[in-house]
């Protein structure tokens, strides 16, 4: 079997169920109302959301669809539609206005020397948004990052990669596409290519070394079977230089992956268990 088709030989089925009962635990054991998700219409916020609507009732989960100007139309009619069908509660806010406004207040325009920090911009506006949501709602935020984003650091630091949850961060990107295959999403939505869309004509190919199919195979062969770099690029009859970028930027992007460093590690060595045991004997008690 070669490298893709390891990658994909899984029970999808199980993976749905451990995924479900994993958000339907998690969310009933935090007191929670519901769930927040922003839904961009492509594939990943779309299998997340479906995943969410099997473990809890939809009513529960709230979608926020926010788009810019330069938003590709059929992007924020796919993330209506996923919406729709699923039956959760939803909100379309554009986000222009946002943005805009802190532009002015920082006295900065847009242009090659801003672009990356607008955009990066925008992907915190949104995650604000969520935030609001889940604050005035009693939500819990729902990331929607998969693995070969997180390895690479192909996200927005407390942007996109902010939330309370995970839902298939252990999942490949191709992985996910199959996943949505099996979950019955529409072909126009899981095999639509990657694109963030935070400044006009943005695409994951554009940025990253490779497409995710090539992508994901160095990934897996370097970090799940171990294998080394050179191992790897004979293996999938590569350029060195390829497997070379990709774990490259992995290194680069180390601290988008780790808490925020302090002199000292915050160590908490205390039985919370007994806190619980001891937080019910005082009841109502201030102490």
């Known amino acids: 079997m070669d490298v893709l088709g390891e990658l994909l030989d899984i029970d999808w089925a199980s993976v749905s169920r451990e995924i479900v009962g994993f958000v339907r635990d998690y969310v009933e054991s935090s007191g929670a109302s519901g769930v927040v998700i922003g839904?961009?219409?492509?594939?990943?916020?779309?299998?997340?959301?479906?995943?969410?609507?099997?473990?809890?009732?939809?009513?529960?989960?709230?979608?926020l669809v926010m788009p810019t100007s330069f938003t590709p139309r059929q992007d924020v009619e796919d993330a209506l539609y996923i919406a729709k069908s699923l039956g959760i509660r939803y909100k379309l806010m554009g986000i222009d206005g946002v943005v805009e406004e802190f532009k002015r207040t920082a006295g900065i325009e847009e242009g090659s020397g801003t672009r990356i920090a607008i955009a990066n911009l925008r992907a915190?506006?949104?995650?604000?948004l969520l935030y609001l949501h889940a604050n005035m709602e009693n939500l819990l935020v729902a990331g929607t990052s998969d693995k070969s984003e997180l390895l690479l650091g192909y996200y927005t630091k407390y942007g996109d990669g902010a939330s309370d949850f995970l839902v298939i961060s252990h999942l490949y990107k191709t992985?996910?596409?199959r996943l949505g295959k099996e979950l019955g999403l529409p072909e126009r939505i899981y095999a639509k290519p990657s694109s963030p869309?935070?400044?006009?004509?943005?695409r994951a190919v554009d940025e990253l070394p490779a497409d995710y199919e090539v992508i994901d195979q160095i990934l897996y062969l370097v970090f799940d079977k171990g294998l080394g770099l050179r191992e790897t690029a004979s293996r999938l009859f590569i350029d060195p230089s390829l497997v070379a970028s990709v774990i490259r930027r992995y290194l680069s992007t180390k601290h988008k992956r780790a808490l925020p460093q302090a002199p000292k590690t915050l160590s908490i060595a205390v039985d919370e268990d007994r806190l619980r045991r001891e937080l019910e004997d005082l009841g109502g008690s201030r102490a």
């Open 124 to 128: 915190r506006v949104r995650m604000s």
């Open 39 to 63: 839904l961009s219409g492509g594939v990943d916020s779309s299998v997340t959301l479906a995943l969410l609507a099997r473990a809890i009732d939809p009513k529960r989960i709230l979608g």
């Open 175 to 177: 992985q996910v596409r």
């Open 197 to 202: 869309q935070l400044y006009p004509g943005h």
